[in-house]
């Protein structure tokens, strides 16, 4: 890794109709003589020579800035980025949307503001909507489930509210590559082509937290995101909505094991604790509660699997600790 370069993943599936803009703000990005930046744009299984025209584009824009192709034939978001990152070379990554514009002084204030801030895993910033069509009557009310909008009232830290935007993330690539070396495998793949499957992207920031890192919001580090008109439907926004639904399950086990602090216990907990979680399982068994499960697993810790995704979340944090 490069501790002087950026490195920006724009994961595509058939995107070739949104590049132009995309990539032509990637290319005007201004920063120092001292940091270097690329682009790594993976393909997902597109149809409509997405990789082709994303070349063609780059090529009239005159830049001296690298672009790499890879391609992910695995449909799914979360396996386009976690193959995009892996392929970069940067010590900071930017998750850049095909239909992202960034400003022109993103990467350099996202990569000022990491450097000052080894404590900070992943930053998010504030995004504007540029919409194709007319605005719906909701946009007001929905438009943060389309990552537009501010993350918080201010700059600072918002590792409480447990998640910043996949798009326009910034994060350290070397915690990325000790989560996969621990044998993390994402239990949300995200967008898998027209399915609006979501999460990824805060399944990544919930173990950032489980790691003792911060997630921060930083107002001037600002994006434009560029809605086409058949995102703005109704029947769009009930599967963007759905899609979101989807993944509380998984997610809400991730606040669980955070607000219960059950990685501080992975090793050490007591025989008098099992027995605790155990008794508290029959009992919430009987009553059919929902955190029977959870806490019969607590119980058995990594020793048996009672409740298969826990007990992933448990074996990737035995994993990682002893990488540590």
Partial sequence: MDENMVSIIVCC??????????????????????????????????????????????????????????AEPKAGLAYAREIGVKQSKGDLVIFCDDDNWLHKDYIQTAYSFMVANPDVAALGGAS?????????????????????????????????????????????????????????????SDRKGELLSSGGDSE????????????WYLETLTFKHYITKKRLTDVYLEKLMAGHKASHNVLGLYNWFIKQAISKEVDTISVRKRLFYLKSAISKKLKNHVLWKPHLQIALMYYYPTYPKLYTIINTYTRLKKMI
């Fill in 13 to 70: 599936y058939n995107s070739a109709h949104l590049l132009d803009d995309t990539l032509t703000h990637l290319a005007n990005q201004h920063v120092t003589e001292s940091l270097n930046y690329e682009v790594v744009l993976v393909d997902n299984n597109s149809t409509d020579n997405t990789a082709t025209i994303a070349r063609t584009i780059w090529s009239t824009l005159q830049t001296t800035v690298p672009l790499h192709i890879v």
């Fill in 204 to 215: 990544l920031c919930k173990w950032f937290i489980i790691m003792g890192y911060k997630l």
């Fill in 128 to 188: 504007q909507g540029v919409l194709e069509s007319d605005t719906p009557l909701w946009w007001d009310d929905m438009k943060k489930n389309y990552a537009v909008g501010e993350q918080a009232l201010s700059s600072g830290d918002i590792t409480h509210r447990g998640y910043v935007w996949g798009a326009g993330m910034v994060f350290r690539k070397a915690l990325f590559m000790r989560l996969y070396d621990a044998g993390f495998v994402s239990m949300l």
